[in-house]
Structures are given as C-alpha cells and as structure tokens.
Nanobody, 121 residues
Framework: QVQLVESGGGLVQAGGSLRLSCAAS????????MDWSRQAPGKQRELVAR???????NYADSVKGRFTISRDNAKDTVSLQMNSLKPEDTAVYYC???????????????WGQGIQVTVSS
C-alpha cells in the first residue's frame, strides 16, 4: 500500500508564504512524475505544478513566478513553495504521484487527502 500525506497548509495573509510538503510511504518501486493540484469552492480542480523524475517542471500560468515545486527522490517527497499568495489561491491542495510497485508490477496514480490553504485579504 502506498500513501501520500500532505502537510504545511493553513491560513496566511495576502502577500505571505506557505510551504506544502507531501511524503509518500509504502512499498514503492519508483515514483515518476508528481504534481500539485487545487480545488476552490465551486470550481473544477486545476493543475498547479508538475515535476518529472529528472526535475523538469511545469506551472499553471496563474502561479508562474510565485510557486516553486521541488522533490527529494531519496525521501520520496515533493514540496510546493508558495510565495506572494493571493486570495484567489485559496483552495484545497492535493498531491499526486505516478507510482510503480512490484509483485505484481503495477503503475497507478496515488492521491493525497488534500490540505486547506486559505489566503486572507
């Protein structure tokens, strides 16, 4: 069994910063791409940032230049540094990883439970 657990959310004023972390645990053979997405009230979930196994990154236009995604492959973690936060960043943030396990060999996507980020004006 593989689990992803997010941490680091909370309440912050506009212009402030938060750092989200996501730790994967279980019988993991490898983790390929990982990403962060978010869902605000009344809106569809949107992809925020993505990072590949070799460190290549992609960001939504709305967060480009403000958010930074990173990973520590040795620790099976991915982080999202969020700077210059805006009220429109308020959402539940989800961590996702492309997981490979063995015996049998199986590839699937694993999601965290989500963590609340609230940015006040």
């Amino acid at each position: 069994q593989v689990q992803l657990v997010e941490s680091g959310g909370g309440l912050v004023q506009a212009g402030g910063s938060l750092r989200l972390s996501c730790a994967a645990s279980g019988s993991i053979f490898s983790i390929d791409a990982m990403d962060w997405s978010r869902q605000a009230p009344g809106k569809q979930r949107e992809l925020v940032a993505r990072i590949t196994s070799d460190g290549s990154t992609n960001y939504a236009d709305s967060v480009k230049g403000r958010f930074t995604i990173s990973r520590d492959n040795a620790k099976d973690t991915v982080s999202l540094q969020m700077n210059s936060l805006k009220p429109e960043d308020t959402a539940v943030y989800y961590c996702r990883g492309d997981i490979t396990i063995m015996n049998p060999r199986l590839q699937y996507q694993s999601w965290g439970q989500g963590i609340q980020v609230t940015v006040s004006s």
